[in-house]
């Protein structure tokens, strides 16, 4: 297919959809997890499940990195970029996440002077552009925005600016799934995997999954077709007895992922001992930090930082959502008092949260339009 309405075709849905029909057991209840944020938008936008027999429930993951940002971090972030010395900038997503004190957007309005940038490129260009200010440059993201970030301080470091720093929060999806797996809340029969991750970490990571868990995973593309022949393929290997890794996205991701890539967050970052992630708790080695090599553009190390472990408010369920325990419908705050404009939890915020998903495509209860399949 050469275009993006190849990928969209309704009759080629209709026929995945019978295949995938067709290799369900009886009886049988399938609970897939798709870990990407960007495949639940995908999933709610182009109403998958109703090209789904009954049976077949697919689990949102926590692979939307701005929703598992724990709220202690957007503090300490705020408390930085609240310093009359320092330029704070950020991916647009960050801008209204509720800390336990406020948002970058309320800080702005309070004086602080925060940017949104689309790359850490543009942060280095802002402050090469003041050099009498301190440029942070607030990195989220998973393995998929690491390297952006590591060319990024390499480049301040060869080009001796000083007066760039990286507040990083880096997360890896590993010791995430992990986490899940290891969950006695949730039970999954595969799962599909991320493909701007897979793109630079590769699909030998996931090996451990099917080897020591038994379940299969399908690193899946984004487009609808993508994730129901994801689908199948899981499917497939249910029905033969097998649980492997298989790549559906090959067209973009390479089996060993991107070497240069991982080769640069390696001499940049290094694996954190333990990091806290929204509604997963402390996960060991599940996040990036800076290398001493690099201390010079370490925010963490140029700026006193709080630290302090900030609770969720009551009301939020991101935490249930973000593990699958929960759909986000059946958060009490949902659609009310927590929509996009007064949002009270990040899976709400972020454009690949879950709850923006639901709210934004329209999906408040569990009710399938079964005329898609005819």
């Known amino acids: ?59 949102h993951g926590p692979g939307c990195p701005v929703c598992v940002i724990p709220m202690g971090r957007v503090d300490d972030a705020l ?41 850490p490129l543009d942060a280095l260009r802002i402050a090469r552009q003041n050099p009498d200010k301190r440029i942070v440059f607030l990195a989220i993201g998973f393995e998929t925005t690491a390297p952006s970030t590591a060319m990024t301080v390499i480049r301040a470091e060869a080009e001796r600016i000083t007066n760039f720093s990286v507040f990083c929060n880096h997360v890896t999806i590993i010791p995430a799934i992990k986490t899940i797996l290891d969950s006695p809340d949730l039970r999954l029969d595969g799962f599909i995997g991320p493909g701007h991750v897979s793109a630079v970490i590769g699909c030998g990571p996931y090996e ?27 499917l497939r290997q249910l029905a033969e007895g097998r649980s492997q890794v298989e790549n559906q996205y090959a067209r ?39 290398r001493e090599r690099y201390a010079a553009h370490d ?25 699958g325990v929960l759909k986000p ?27 923006a998903a639901y709210y934004d495509f329209g999906r408040f209860s569990r009710e399938r339009v079964r005329e898609a399949t005819r």
């Open 208 to 234: 451990f999954i099917a080897r020591d868990y038994g379940k299969p995973l399908v690193v899946a593309g984004f487009e609808p077709l993508d994730i129901l022949q994801s689908i199948h393929m899981l």
């Open 252 to 290: 973009v991701v390479p089996w060993a992922g991107n070497p240069r890539a991982l080769a640069a967050v390696n001499q940049v970052m290094r694996p954190r001992p333990y990091f806290e992630w929204r509604g997963l708790g402390f996960i060991s080695h599940s996040a990036l930090g800076m």
């Open 79 to 119: 408390h930085i970029a609240e310093r009359p010395d320092v330029i704070m900038t950020s991916f647009g997503d960050m801008m209204r996440v509720p800390g336990g004190r406020g948002s970058f957007f309320g800080s702005m309005a309070q004086g602080a002077e925060i940017r949104m940038v689309c790359s």
């Open 1 to 59: 297919m050469r275009s993006v309405d190849g990928y969209r075709d309704a009759e080629k849905a209709r026929a995945l959809s019978a295949k995938i029909a067709s290799l369900c057991e009886p009886g049988r209840r399938y609970r897939f997890m798709e870990v990407c944020g960007g495949h639940t938008h995908t999933i709610y936008k182009h109403r998958l499940e109703d090209y789904l027999p009954e049976g077949v429930t697919l689990v």
């Open 329 to 355: 419908w059946e958060c009490e705050v949902f659609g009310t008092a927590c929509t996009p404009e007064t949002p009270i939890g990040t899976c709400m915020v972020s454009s690949e949260g879950a709850c």
């Open 299 to 323: 925010a963490e190390q140029i700026f006193d930082i709080p630290g302090v472990r900030v609770a969720d408010p009551k009301a939020c369920q991101c935490g249930e959502v973000l593990k």
